[in-house]
């Protein structure tokens, strides 16, 4: 599955979107200014949105990968 497929798979699964996911993971306290605290680890990221989204592990990494910078919302 492409990136693309991953964002679009999530929307439509939670309603959210990129944006949202990065304020609610600064609401979370896992970011700080946009940037993934170096106190944050990936497994930190999957379990919020495994129990909080019902994400499987693959669609959660793609968030922990926006987060971290990794990938943005134009990646393929």
């Known amino acids: 599955m492409s990136f693309q497929g991953y964002l679009k798979t999530i929307k439509e699964k939670t309603g959210k979107g990129p944006e949202e996911f990065r304020r609610l993971a600064e609401e979370k ?8 605290k170096a106190s944050t680890k990936a497994g930190d990221v999957v379990t919020w949105l495994k129990e909080d989204y019902d994400l499987g592990h693959g669609h959660a990494m793609a968030i922990y990968a926006l987060l971290k910078g990794i ?4 990646s393929e």
């Open 71 to 74: 990938k943005n919302e134009d």
């Open 29 to 36: 306290g896992l970011t700080e200014n946009s940037e993934l």
